[in-house]
């Protein structure tokens, strides 16, 4: 039974992949060490849970990745899909950072394996998970509680006290030992996003939100970031951003995962519930767009969408847990679809008419185009023309939100005045919003919570020993 009597060195709020990464490496700076996470054991690991890989920069190939990826290049990669909007300071000390993040990482358990196919064509740049993120989460917290990290599950933060940018103790939900006070020298925050709570999303989306699926974790409602902000740290990030991809409207509401995300836009087209294209499906590679179209199927008429494409290329993308809707002509699969027949006839007899010579690969941008259409397809383009006709529908579905807690190069966080906090950290979700302030490239997610994590955890041990 943890002693809740006891003031711990850190405190860290959460269970994914931050909130370990800052436990373990606190506690190999000699500090005690309390993780509470909001979730029952079973459900430990937030969005972690999830995740296949990790984007690090390293200067030469390794035993799984296929060749260099340097930091010059990772930094132009992040400029592109942010749009500039990222803090250039962090964002490179982050970049320098993950180099060692690859080995550090395997220092407390987790495994590699080589890069999985498809339409990712990550293999140079991202490392995989042996066996997933949960096979990478409990090697975290094997490692965490051979190191003697205390760990409470089903322990919900519900209140933090905190005077003058200096936190004093946190509130649980439930009690423990008959006790809901937890006090702690140092707070590292790794709470995630606000992604699971629909209320809060509806503040920037509208009724919109409630047809939005979340892809991950039920228990990633943004209680503490809430307090944090409320409690006078600076935020960063626009609300509205965030990390969306297509996926099956089929989907359940929460902790979907990957095996419900789509990657065959690039094979298809995409229509609304007017049968009508509404964005250049070729537009770049896919590991750089796929994570627009969460957005793009937002702004369509009621939230949805679907991937049209036929017999030709069923086999050329990573299956997903639900099979494609068929219909032996385009007739009856909008029927199917209950769309328009003819409209989606129209659609397709169009972009069809449109589509020029080329020679097909999906892994360059290749020649493949529309002609006289708007949206154009720009890369890709094949005629859809051998039955039977197929379809995925498809809604919004939130990965994790980007609004977050304002931090310095110590995983500091920084107050409204500018000053940084006395003993408040945070790393990962919680404060993606100073790398990512706007779009995504694969496996940064995990990049953010291991370099901050391990950062905030070493840091917040050192201003405990002080
Ligand atoms: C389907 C899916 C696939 C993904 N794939 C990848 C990938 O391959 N590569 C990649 O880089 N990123 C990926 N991501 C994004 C990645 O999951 C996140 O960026 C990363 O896991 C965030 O880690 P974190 O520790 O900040 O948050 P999380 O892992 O979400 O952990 C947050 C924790 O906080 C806890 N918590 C929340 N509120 C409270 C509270 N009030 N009290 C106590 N505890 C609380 C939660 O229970 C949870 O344990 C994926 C996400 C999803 C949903």
New binding site residues.
């Given amino acids: 039974m943890v002693d809740l009597t006891r003031r711990f060195d850190v405190l860290v709020?959460?269970?994914?992949?931050?909130?370990l990464c800052a436990a373990i490496s606190a506690r190999r700076a000699g500090a005690s060490v309390l993780v509470?996470?909001?979730?029952p054991k079973f459900y430990?690991?937030?969005?972690?849970r999830?995740?296949?890989?990790?984007?690090c920069a390293h200067d030469a190939a390794t035993e799984i990745l296929t060749g260099p990826y340097t930091e010059e290049e990772f930094w132009k990669d992040l400029l592109l899909v942010t749009g500039g909007q990222t803090d250039e300071e962090l964002a490179r000390f982050m970049i320098h950072e993950s180099k060692d993040i690859l080995n550090w990482i395997v220092e407390q358990g987790v495994r590699w394996q080589p890069s999985l196919g498809g339409t990712l064509s990550l293999g140079r740049t991202n490392s995989f998970f042996l066996g997933g993120g949960r096979a990478m989460l409990n090697a975290l917290y094997r490692t965490a509680e051979e190191l003697g990290v205390d760990v409470l599950y089903d322990?919900?933060?519900?209140d933090l006290v905190i005077e003058d940018g200096m936190f004093l103790s946190a509130q649980l939900k439930q009690p423990v030992g008959g006790k809901t006070e937890v006090r702690a020298s140092t707070l590292v925050a790794?709470?995630?996003g606000f992604e699971a709570n629909i209320e809060w999303l509806k503040q920037y989306w509208g009724e919109a939100a409630d047809n939005f699926l979340i892809?991950?974790?039920p228990?990633?409602?943004g209680?503490?970031l809430k307090m944090l902000l409320a409690k006078g740290v600076q935020e960063i990030g626009d609300p509205t951003q965030c990390?969306a991809v297509a996926i099956d409207a089929r989907a359940p509401k929460f902790d979907g995962?990957?095996i419900t995300r789509h990657d065959s836009v690039v094979f298809g087209i995409v229509v609304n519930k007017h049968a009508e294209r509404f964005y250049d499906e070729g537009e770049d590679i896919w590991p750089k767009r796929y994570a627009i179209w969460g957005r793009l199927v937002a702004a369509q008429p009621d939230q949805i969408a679907y991937i049209i494409f036929d017999s030709t290329v069923v086999t050329s993308f990573m299956p997903t847990l639900f099979p494609p809707i068929a219909g032996a002509t385009i007739a009856e699969l909008a029927g199917k679809l209950e769309l328009d027949a003819s409209a989606l006839e129209k659609t397709i007899t169009d972009f069809n008419a449109a589509v020029q010579p080329g020679t097909f690969d999906h892994t360059i941008l290749d020649d493949c185009a529309t002609q006289g259409i708007t949206p154009p397809k720009t890369h890709w383009a094949r005629k859809i023309e051998t039955p039977p006709y197929l379809a995925y529908p498809v809604r919004p579905g939130i990965?994790?939100t980007y609004l977050g807690t304002r931090v310095n190069k110590q995983s500091r966080m920084l107050m409204k005045d500018g000053k940084p906090s006395a003993n408040m950290f945070a790393?990962?979700?919680?404060m993606?919003g100073n790398v990512l302030g706007k779009g995504y490239a694969?496996?940064?997610?995990?990049?953010?919570?291991s370099v901050f994590g391990r950062v905030a955890g070493r840091e917040a041990a050192k201003n405990a020993r002080n």
């Fill in positions: 709020i959460g269970g994914g992949n931050a909130a509470l996470e909001g979730a430990r690991g937030g969005n972690t999830h995740t296949r890989n990790m984007r322990a919900e933060v519900i790794a709470a995630g892809r991950g974790t228990y990633n409602r209680a503490i990390h995962g990957i990965t994790f790393a990962g979700e919680i993606a694969a496996g940064i997610g995990m990049t953010i919570g």
